[in-house]
C-alpha cells in the first residue's frame, strides 16, 4: 500500500514575487507594442501594394500609425 503523507512533502523556495511582477509587466508591454507594430506594419504593407502611393507614404504611414499608437496605448 501507498505510505500515507502527513503535511506538505515539498515547500519549494521562497518566491520573489515583486520579480514576478516585473516580469509579468515586462511581458504585457512586448505584447502590446508588438501588436501595435504588426498592425501598422500590415497597414503600411497594405498602403504600398493596393494604391499608387510608393514606398515612402507607406514608411511614413508606418511611422505615424506605430508612433500614434505607441501613444495612444500608454
Not at 503523507?5 to 515539498?10: F, L, Q, R, W
Not at 514575487?17 to 516580469?23: L, N, R
Not at 508612433?67 to 505607441?70: E, F, H, K, L, Q
Given at each position: 500500500m501507498a505510505e500515507q503523507?502527513?503535511?506538505?512533502?515539498?515547500t519549494g523556495a521562497a518566491m520573489d514575487?515583486?520579480?514576478?511582477?516585473?516580469?509579468y509587466s515586462m511581458f504585457l508591454a512586448g505584447a502590446k507594442y508588438?501588436?501595435?507594430t504588426?498592425?501598422?506594419?500590415?497597414i503600411a504593407m497594405a498602403v504600398y501594394f493596393f494604391s499608387g502611393?510608393?514606398?515612402i507614404v507607406s514608411f511614413l504611414t508606418f511611422l505615424v500609425l506605430s508612433?500614434?499608437?505607441?501613444i495612444l496605448a500608454r
Open positions: 503523507m502527513n503535511g506538505p512533502v515539498e514575487y515583486s520579480e514576478h511582477d516585473k516580469t508588438g501588436t501595435i504588426i498592425v501598422a506594419l500590415m502611393a510608393g514606398a508612433i500614434g499608437g505607441s
